[in-house]
């Protein structure tokens, strides 16, 4: 069984891409429909533009997505079973599994960054990753705080992620400091993905995505809302929308996979995160 996995922001590097426009004639055509589609020239942000440009969101989720799905389409061999994609990651799966075409997917991902940048510039959000704290303790303690913060993305038994204001945020790290984090690192992203503040951006997202024609998989994919495969386009559909305020269950989604005998996992995309997330949930799941 071949599962292909797709990445979602973090995984972005500074000159992403231009192998790719150099060597291959479709991924060339594919770079040039971008710029065209967004009306501003994507390739020169991610063939020349410095880390600190990638970094704001809307230029990082449309490199990656482009990024990834070029891959996937000038791969040869990219016959999946199933797919899964961590956050912005489900986007580029289902572009590769033709849900719907490279272009829409390129709109829907253009939109869905534009909103969310103007959640992040008008809200005080931020993220950690928590380093060797089980999963019910930083809930526990997350909970118990007065403000906004929540587990936003369960990457693997050892590492969650947590989101929400800023100030909820230093408190509960603080606590989980004292409690026995091993490890506690601020991601450098200016907004709380994930997490109720993206609330105002979910409404918006859904009326573009219902705007978008929409056609059932070709394989299952497993969707980080649910953690199970999804067939159905409405479902799906359902679920990229209300990811934006859930958390991704990643490590639930990668052990529902693992379920599969003789399955293998390939990474499609920038960087390889997402590899090293499957070999500390591999190590857990023996």
Not at 141 to 170: F, M, T, W
Not at 205 to 229: G, R
Request: with cysteine; glycine share 6%; net charge positive.
């Amino acid at each position: 069984m071949k599962a292909y996995l797709f990445p979602g922001q973090g995984s972005q590097f500074v000159g992403m891409g231009k192998d790719l426009y150099k060597n291959s004639h479709l991924a060339k055509k594919l770079f040039q429909l971008s710029d065209e589609i967004l009306d501003f020239r994507i390739t020169s942000v991610m063939f020349e533009g410095s880390m600190d440009i990638l970094k704001n969101t809307k230029y990082t989720q449309l490199s990656i997505y482009i990024y990834s799905v070029i891959k996937a389409k000038i791969s040869n061999n990219f016959e999946p079973d199933m797919v899964a994609g961590h956050s912005l990651g489900e986007l580029s799966a289902l572009a590769a599994i033709k849900v719907f075409s490279f272009e829409d997917g390129l709109r829907l991902v253009n939109q869905r960054a534009t909103i969310m940048q103007k959640i992040c510039e008008s809200t005080y959000g931020g993220m950690a990753v928590i380093f060797g704290l089980e999963d019910s303790i930083i809930e526990e303690v997350c909970k118990k705080d007065h403000g906004i913060i929540v587990p936003s993305n369960y990457n693997s038994d050892e590492q969650l992620v947590i989101s929400g204001e800023i100030q909820a945020l230093r408190r509960v790290c603080f606590l989980l400091q004292k409690i026995g984090a091993k490890k506690i690192f601020f991601i450098p992203v200016q907004g709380a993905f994930h997490s109720p503040i993206m609330a105002p951006a979910q409404k918006e997202f859904k009326k573009i995505v219902n705007k978008i024609f929409f056609k059932n998989p070709k394989c299952p994919i497993y969707q980080n809302v649910t953690a199970l495969p999804i067939i159905k386009s409405d479902d799906i559909k359902k679920n990229i929308v209300k990811q934006l305020t859930y958390p991704v269950k990643w490590k639930q989604s990668i052990k529902n996979m693992m379920n599969h005998r003789d399955i293998s996992f390939t990474e499609i995309g920038p960087g390889n995160i997402l590899q090293g997330l499957i070999k500390k949930i591999s190590k857990n799941s023996v």
